[in-house]
């Protein structure tokens, strides 16, 4: 099990050639106290100098298994990031993509997407995010955002036969993607954006993301 764990390490280390990833912890348990919910975090490199996005979701301890139920996502990105995405079903197709950037006066544009192929992702209208603004903030160097998603753990792409689900109790495979380019029109959510430099995978933990007070937070948060 150790001797599991360390090999993972080592290939995590050669992979990234880089020591800071030693020092990230996949699925590290993060309290957030701001916003009083557990997420479970992961941090994907898109430099090899250490730089990285943070991805942390909260989910509801109630969500069945076979059913769409809301998440919480926070993101904490470097300010040279001209766009993080994150696709909720772990591959740029035919899943639900959020596209976030920094808008023209330091606010946050997030964006639902899907793409059918490896094209341009338009606008989808299937999952949508609403933006707290409690845990949404930046600084000179990182901007984060936390923000609720329905239609994010449950889709059915077009074509498609049967619904996708995101596992409550287990890993689900999610998949990032990084341009150093902001959008042409900085403030809209449906601005073209440039093709990625970097997109990188790993398996994010929702059983430790199970929140018992999950709505109530909710409620707090939408009215704060
Ligand atoms: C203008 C916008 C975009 C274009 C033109 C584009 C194009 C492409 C292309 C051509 C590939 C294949 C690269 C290869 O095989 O090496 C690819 C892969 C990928 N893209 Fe995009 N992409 C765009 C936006 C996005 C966004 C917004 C996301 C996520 C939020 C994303 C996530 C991925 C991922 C994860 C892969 C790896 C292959 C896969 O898992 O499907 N892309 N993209
Ligand atoms: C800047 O903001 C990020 C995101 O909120 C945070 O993680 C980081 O600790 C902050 N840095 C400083 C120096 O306060």
Redesign the pocket.
């Known amino acids: 099990m150790l001797w599991t764990l360390l090999l993972g390490l080592v290939a995590a280390l050669l992979r990234t050639g880089n020591l800071a990833a030693a020092a990230q912890t996949a699925n590290a348990i993060h309290r957030d106290p701001e916003i009083g919910l557990v997420f479970t975090s992961n941090f994907a490199l898109y430099k090899s100098d250490g730089r990285g996005i943070t991805y942390r979701i909260a989910v509801p301890d109630t969500a069945q298994q076979y059913t769409a139920y809301d998440a919480i996502i926070q993101m904490v990105v470097p300010n040279d990031v001209g766009?993080a995405?994150?696709?909720w079903g772990?591959?740029?197709?035919r899943s639900p993509?959020?596209?976030a950037w920094r808008g023209s006066s330091n606010n946050v544009v997030l964006s639902s997407?899907m793409?059918s192929g490896?094209?341009?992702?338009t606008e989808y209208p299937g999952a949508h995010y609403t933006l707290f603004q409690t845990g949404t903030r930046s600084n000179a160097t990182h901007w984060q955002f936390t923000a609720l998603c329905r239609g994010c753990t449950a889709w059915q792409a077009p074509g498609s036969a049967s619904a996708r689900y995101l596992n409550r109790r287990g890993g689900n495979r999610l998949?990032?993607?990084y341009s150093p380019t902001r959008p042409a029109s900085a403030n809209s959510p449906s601005s073209?954006?440039?093709?990625?430099q970097v997109?990188a995978?790993w398996s994010h933990d929702f059983a430790q993301a199970a929140n018992a007070d999950f709505e109530a937070v909710v409620q707090r948060l939408m009215s704060s």
């Open positions: 766009w995405g994150l696709s772990g591959s740029m197709p993509l959020l596209v997407r793409a490896h094209i341009q992702p998949a990032m993607a073209a954006i440039a093709i990625h997109h995978y």
